[in-house]
């Protein structure tokens, strides 16, 4: 039997996807909306709009400048005309930009609206300050966006420190963003632990700086096959985190 790592001086967790249901299984929320404009989209059948835009925007974040996470509503509406104008070049139906428009921007709304904190996430977090470990909220994205967010969901109180890339200039992976937050918690790295669901930003970078780097899994899919990042640890919720979890 493994033992269990005793718990950090300190804590930097994530916000998107690891304390809120934010914006995973994109596959699911484009085909949701697809199927609200299958009238616009005829003939084509919503699936495979979908499945273009999906496979646009997928390729646009792999090699898109981190300013674009400051402006996702803006981002989206590109994916969209990129997947659009993909299935006009493959023969099909040329679609609108109106219409891509109007998708991209009811896709903004659907995220919003759906959005919800995991179960057990406030109740672990509480637990963990409860316990004198220093909690630091680190995310990326837009100012207005993610302060929005942290208001919403009553996430403020919770942490010593919040840091959002669109507040501070800079976010994750860039090592200042890290650093930073140890430094306002007053820790270091040998005593700081990271929590978040994306492997470059809360696996690679934390691990390169000395921090025991926790992976959330929260779906269960395991890491990518022939995946080189090797998390210290993989969790399905931030509860596993308390002493005593099973």
């Known amino acids: 039997m493994t033992a269990v790592k005793p718990l950090p001086r300190a804590m930097l967790i994530d916000m998107d996807d690891t304390i809120l249901s934010a914006y995973g299984r994109p596959e699911i929320a484009w085909s949701t909306i697809a199927n609200e404009f299958a009238e616009e989209l005829a003939p084509l059948p919503p699936h495979q709009v979908a499945t273009a835009v999906l496979s646009f925007a997928q390729n ?24 659009f104008a993909a299935l006009a070049a493959a023969g099909h139906r040329a679609l609108p930009d109106d219409l891509a428009i109007r998708l991209a921007d009811r896709f903004t709304a659907y995220r919003e609206e759906e959005m919800f904190v995991f179960p057990g ?4 977090i509480d637990r963990l300050k409860a316990l004198g470990i220093k909690l630091a ?6 100012a207005d966006t993610q302060r929005a967010k942290v208001e919403r969901f009553e996430l403020a109180h919770r942490f010593h ?30 005593n700081t632990w990271m929590i978040g669901d994306n492997l470059e930003w809360e696996v690679v970078t934390p691990q390169r700086l000395g921090i025991y780097a926790v992976w959330m899994d929260v779906h269960g899919n395991g890491l990518p096959e022939g995946s080189p990042v090797k998390p210290d640890r993989i969790i399905r919720s931030l509860s596993e985190l308390l002493p005593d979890a099973d």
């Open 121 to 124: 996430a406030h109740d672990a």
């Open 161 to 190: 420190h919040i840091q959002i890339e669109g507040e501070h200039g800079f976010g994750k992976p860039e090592e200042r963003a890290y650093l930073h937050a140890m430094d306002a918690l007053g820790v270091t790295a040998e």
């Open 60 to 83: 646009f974040w792999a090699n898109a400048d981190a300013a674009w996470r400051l402006k996702l509503g803006e981002a989206r509406r590109l994916t969209v005309k990129g997947g």
């Open 137 to 142: 909220l680190v995310t990326n994205g837009a």
